[in-house]
């Protein structure tokens, strides 16, 4: 079903895994540890067999419109290779990954429209993974800001550290 660019999985006719039959029924359905995904508890009208399915919310028709002008649909698979690649042995679980990637599309689906600049969606990006991890955060930005300098690199690096310096002031008041 499609709403405003969203795509919600409606799986009205899942089949069964076992004998394939074509009607199955909702026993239960619960939100996710997740948040971000609706578990159901599914039953087999004509073997009664149980099995579960996850089913999510997927943005559709966004454009990303690149730097150079060029448009491309948005891929949810380009966009976990990119952060995979800036969490390279870094610490974390798929559950909490998938958190991060839910919470970069709820970012961009807030903005409410079909076409989303690289740049602006590197800034989504960097804003959550500033939170995530500091060390991917930096990866990402190294990469998606062109560095061209040691000096470039010291300047973000200091904004961070000053930003967690204030941070510890805020909680200590």
Not at 49 to 67: A, G, P, Q, W
């Amino acid at each position: 079903m499609a709403i405003g660019g969203i795509f919600c999985y409606a799986l009205r006719d899942m089949h069964c895994p076992v004998c394939n039959h074509g009607d199955t029924k909702v026993v239960d359905s619960r939100i996710a540890t997740d948040g971000a995904t609706v578990r159901r508890r599914r039953e087999c009208e004509a073997c009664g067999y149980r099995f579960s399915t996850n089913e999510e919310v997927e943005l559709l028709d966004l454009t990303i419109v690149k730097r150079d002008g060029r448009r491309e649909s948005y891929s949810r698979e380009k966009l976990e290779h990119g952060l995979k690649k800036a969490l390279e042995k870094r610490p974390y679980t798929d559950s909490a990954f998938r958190v991060l990637v839910h919470a970069i599309e709820r970012e961009i689906q807030r903005l409410k429209t079909d076409q989303v600049t690289s740049e602006k969606l590197g800034e989504i990006v960097m804003s959550q993974l500033k939170t995530f991890d500091k060390i991917a955060y930096i990866r990402f930005a190294s990469v998606y800001r062109q560095f061209e300098d040691v000096e470039s690199f010291q300047r973000e690096l200091e904004k961070l550290s000053a930003a967690r310096k204030q941070k510890r002031k805020t909680r200590r008041k």
